[in-house]
């Protein structure tokens, strides 16, 4: 089979260069460095993600979870008796993560059960 030799020397060229996703996953990986250093290590994955998106990165939990898999990085496990954010008993945000923990769930006030509305 033959190859147009523009070919061949368009692709020989591009190979050394990264392409668009690489270059972006390199600059979210020293962004994912950056907020696990400020947690101290604490930092995984889901809060890491949570960082990026109120910075305004439009990134999925799942690419954050490969990068800092890819890059050694993992977060400090809770400590027995703790839950995550969201579930049961979660004692609250870490330090400077206002609202990632479920505020209220109790009924809003002048909420009316069902039962009320049956009569």
């Keep these: 089979m033959r190859t147009p030799s523009s070919t061949y020397y368009r ?6 260069q990264p392409c ?3 270059r972006r996953d390199a600059q979210l990986t020293e962004k994912v460095r950056e907020i696990h250093a400020d947690s101290g290590g604490i ?12 910075e305004g990165a439009h990134v999925g939990c799942t690419r954050v979870e490969g ?8 977060g400090v496990p809770a400590p027995e008796g703790l839950h995550a954010p969201g579930s049961e ?6 330090p400077g993560e ?8 109790e009924p809003a006030v002048g909420h009316r ?6 009569r």
């Design 43 to 54: 930092y995984g994955s889901p809060r890491v993600h949570a960082v990026l998106k109120r």
């Design 67 to 74: 990068l800092m898999r890819e890059d050694g990085l993992a």
């Design 11 to 16: 692709r020989r060229q591009a190979e050394p």
């Design 20 to 22: 668009e996703r690489r």
């Design 98 to 105: 206002p609202g990632l923990h479920r505020v209220g769930t």
């Design 89 to 94: 008993g979660h004692l609250g945000p870490g």
């Design 113 to 118: 059960p069902d039962v009320d509305l049956h």
